[in-house]
């Protein structure tokens, strides 16, 4: 089977994705950054009275058609505490804002128009416009009105909306399930004593961060041996637990202990498509199990996180109906880029910003796919096409941004 181009091999793997369609009720401060999976109605009319938009006096328009026009004020209207009574000719009552609006009044008189007299007197020495600072009963939403729609994304100011129209707790999209199973003899987990020949598995915690940060709800499956048993029943688990999506770490390739692929494939595996033409991560693998899509990772710490940024993260925000996590941007290189082969490069780098703002990407000196402390330090990856000629230090480059911007003093 021949190298699959990066964009070719991502376009195949969303295609084949089926969103779930669970739901579950979500309290509102649990909801934010989750999908409405039914429209959302108000339950009341907003605002439920007329009242004040102002802080001022409200009275009837006609009292005042003057400037130096005279008014009593006979009462007072605060929030949650309204006038018990109406407003008649000639008289005023001092309003605040939010406040409801008296029966008999039309208009707000803003407090630093009004100049205060004795005996609850006022003089206006503005004149407002006839039913102005009044907010009117049903101006933001009335009661029956569908306000969001299945499919919004529920941000700050959908949710604010939605406890507004009376909403205690939302109906939403379950998060896509993840199952990650890193696969090899010689791993154990952190904190463990390492024994001859063994090696601290940290693959999956990053791998989680990275689903959990898409919308991804994370199963650990732990780590299987170099077992075909061992791996077939990590699968049967991930399926008992309901996982939308297994991703195995290490041991998809073809070697003597890469025994991944063939456990998959003797469980009913469905392959897509394995190899990819990139740098790191050719051994990616693609395929679908039951209702399962299957995304089997490179086992080298850098090739792991690079493919499921490339891969895990698009395919996680697809199935949580996520809008995509634009990470491309432009730059230039801070040092020259060799003339690339076949396979799209992805080169950790360090990114500066220049005092124009222009950013400056400078790949670290090895790029050897199982040095994570590169990664960490990385800000984003320069992404060399296939077959791309030098790039001189100043021409620009594309880049990948691995954690957002942040300008240097």
Known sequence: ?????????????????????????V??????DRVLASDVVARLTQPPFDNSAMDGYALRHGDIVETGAIVKVVGRSAAGHPFNGSVGPGEAVRIFTGAPLPPGADTVLLQEDAEKLDDNRLRATEVPAFGRHIRRRGQDFAEGETVLKRGDLLDAGRLTVAAAMNY????????????LLA????????????GPGQ??????????ALAREAGAEVIDLGIAADDPNAILDAVDWAKACGADVLVTLGGASVGDHDLVQPALLSAGMELDFWRIAMRPGKPLMVGRLGGMQILGLPGNPVSSLVCALLFLEPLVRRLARLPQHERRTSAVAGTPLAANDKRQDYMRAKLDVRGDGQLVATPFEKQDSSMMKLFAAADCLIVRPPLAERTEAGEACEVLLLRPLHSTP
């Open 1 to 25: 089977m021949s190298l699959l181009p990066v964009e070719d091999a991502l376009q195949r793997l969303l295609t084949a994705s089926r969103p779930p369609t669970r739901t579950e009720s």
């Open 199 to 208: 090696i601290v598995g940290s693959n999956s915690y990053g791998v989680a």
């Open 183 to 194: 696969t090899g003899d010689e791993l154990v987990p952190p904190g463990s004593a390492l």
């Open 27 to 32: 309290p509102l401060h649990e909801a934010c």
């Open 168 to 179: 205690p707790v939302l109906e939403v999209y379950a998060r896509p399930k993840v199952a």
